[in-house]
């Protein structure tokens, strides 16, 4: 196993991240101490008359700067794009930062999916900041009382809230239950440890397939002596510094 060098680096927010080092590859990691659940990028997250697997109000529609979440009805620029038809039809179309570039932005399915993929949010003054990664970049998360993973990545940027907003689908893993964006059930007891990888996405950038992303997870995290490491640095980031040999 390679030796682990973890620094202190920088605190937002609150949240102290810690530098990780082996040599080979860099990372940061944070404790966050309670996370935060989005539905943004699921074909069902937002409706009119609020029926969605998120609230409408994160949106901030109909007052508010909805098209930061909402894409814009081409033919009614003032108003958001419902869908036409299918599953889903009458729903908003919910957007991430995080998407396909190759569909039209119209298309609900250019988008990351927080029903079914594990992503974190990035509050975009954290994002701006040199090291601390970008879209596609691949994330660990680990919870601690559950002892609980997900394999994910960056998959949207956000306002500046505190560090430790996910997608439904990383919660869920982590809880181990249903998570709900829009009541708040099934959030994982606790702090969850987020392991970032800055520099790691792949080309193209998305769409990745679940078992691809978890993939290139267990690889990254194997750099770093495997899913123990997980277990170490949760006990550990409340240390100013902490060095291993083994």
């Known amino acids: 196993m390679s030796i682990l060098v973890v620094d202190r680096w920088i605190e937002y927010r ?22 935060a659940i989005t539905a943004a990028g699921a074909p069902d997250a937002y409706h009119p008359e609020n029926i969605g697997s ?7 529609w ?50 990351v999916d927080a029903g079914r993929i594990p992503y974190l949010v990035l509050p975009a003054s954290f994002r701006a900041m040199e090291g601390t990664g970008d879209l596609g970049d691949f994330v660990v998360a680990y919870q601690p009382a559950t ?28 809880s181990g239950q249903r998570a709900e964006a829009r009541s708040g059930r099934g959030l994982p007891p606790g702090p969850t440890l987020c392991l970032v990888f800055p520099r790691s996405r792949l080309a193209p950038v998305w769409p990745i397939p679940p078992a691809a992303i978890r993939g290139r997870c267990e690889y990254l995290l194997k750099g770093l002596g495997g899913p123990i490491r997980l277990v170490q640095l949760a006990e550990a980031l409340g240390e100013p510094a902490w060095e291993e040999t083994a």
């Open 147 to 174: 002892r609980r993973c997900s394999y994910g990545l960056i998959g949207d940027i956000g306002p500046d809230r505190s560090l430790g907003e996910v997608s439904t689908r990383m919660a869920s893993d982590l």
């Open 14 to 35: 609150g949240t102290v991240v810690h530098a990780i080092d082996t040599g080979v590859r860099q990372a940061y990691a944070y404790l966050s101490p309670g996370i």
């Open 62 to 111: 109909p007052d508010g700067e909805w098209r930061c979440a909402l894409v814009a009805d081409p033919k009614h620029p003032r108003r958001p794009l419902q869908q036409p038809a299918g599953r889903h039809a009458g729903y908003f179309v919910s957007i991430t930062a995080l998407s396909d570039v190759s569909r039209a932005r119209t298309d609900p399915g250019a988008y």
């Open 54 to 60: 998120g609230h409408i109000r994160r949106t901030e």
